[in-house]
């Protein structure tokens, strides 16, 4: 059938019409999808794991609305200077850094610091400061607290200023519940109790080392990084000088030479993502199962429960270490920055 050169117009205009009316509701739906607003609180130069969920953190800018990015010391990785310089390395090449506020927070630990928050120079003062401004700002949403390594930071800031409580929802990555030890968790087992004992929405993304129910589980090998990162990212706008040393234009090229430098037990070159896991599955819950206990406490080195607790803290375990790796994977090739 062949159409009236009069009437192929107004069937044109009819069908742009319609694709606009469709198209313009669906825009308006994705505009509007609520971000996360997450903060970033990490001891970025202590291993690999930090620099991995920094970048995984920023390349999902159409997921979270990153407000900031705060920097804590634990034993290993040197001060406070040293990592903030290396989270500020990571940022550089991620091509975020002056975009996302980068803040200096403690060096020594809560019990030490607590006795000095009314000074106006307290340590860890300008992290502690900025969490409970950020907080303060939420209305309807909680704003998503991110510890990737001691507790130091969080507890301070919900002690300086409790009200946050009801405005901050805290994801840690840490502890080895219900077996003892962990790095993060020895790091400040004041500021993990101080938490625990407080009416704060608290969920602990579990380490697990050795077993395949924590993020311990959610690792990668020299190969797979060989084979998956060089190049990956956005290039930089200037060439960033490693902790290793070397210069780099992008974050892919930085995460072979991480972990050409890192010790691991195996042959295989493998090291576990934890910190990342915690940011995939604030991303997708789906991927991890958890579960809803009483508090418990640390007491000498061994958790205590106490089941008859109405504090309630949540779990997550039994990680989904394929689907995870592939999104890391994919958000390195398809990056979406804040």
Not at 251 to 272: K, M, P
Request: hydrophobic content about 40%.
């Amino acid at each position: 059938m062949t159409l009236n050169k009069t009437i192929l117009p107004t069937i044109l205009f009819i069908f742009i019409g319609l694709f606009v009316f469709f198209q313009g509701p669906l825009n308006a739906q994705n505009a509007n999808r609520k971000k996360i607003k997450v903060l970033f609180d990490t001891d970025a130069n202590n291993e690999l794991d930090d620099q991995h969920a920094m970048a995984y953190l920023f390349f999902n800018g159409d997921i979270f609305d990153i407000v900031g990015v705060t920097v804590n010391a634990t034993r290993s990785g040197g001060d406070i200077n040293e990592q903030y310089l290396e989270a500020r390395r990571v940022m550089k090449l991620c091509n975020v850094y002056g975009k996302i506020p980068l803040l200096k927070g403690a060096n020594a630990a809560f019990a030490e610091i607590r006795p000095h928050l009314d000074d106006s120079a307290f340590d860890g003062a300008a992290a502690v400061n900025f969490i409970i401004s950020e907080a303060q700002k939420m209305d309807n949403e909680r704003l998503v607290l991110l510890p990737v390594g001691k507790l130091t930071n969080i507890a301070l800031a919900l002690n300086k200023d409790p009200d946050i409580a009801e405005k901050v929802r805290i994801v840690w990555l840490g502890s080895n519940y219900p077996e003892p030890g962990e790095y993060n968790q020895d790091n400040d087992v004041a500021a993990l109790n101080y938490l625990l004992n407080m009416e704060v929405p608290f969920e602990m993304v579990t380490v697990r080392y050795g077993k395949p129910s924590g993020t311990a589980a959610v690792t990668a090998n020299r190969a797979e990084i060989r084979s998956n990162m060089p190049g990956k990212g956005p290039r930089s706008t200037e060439p960033v000088e490693g902790r290793h040393g070397g210069t780099f234009n992008n974050f892919g090229d930085y995460s072979v030479n991480l972990y050409e430098h890192i010790h691991t037990s195996d042959q295989a070159g493998t090291r576990a993502l934890f910190d990342m896991a915690a940011v995939a599955i604030v991303k997708n819950p789906d991927w991890a199962q958890n579960k809803l206990v009483p508090a418990p406490v640390l007491e000498d080195g061994k958790w205590k429960e106490r089941t008859g607790n109405h504090r309630k803290m949540v779990v997550w375990e039994h990680f989904d270490k394929e689907a995870i790796m592939k999104d890391f994977y994919h958000r390195m090739n398809n990056f979406v920055l804040p």
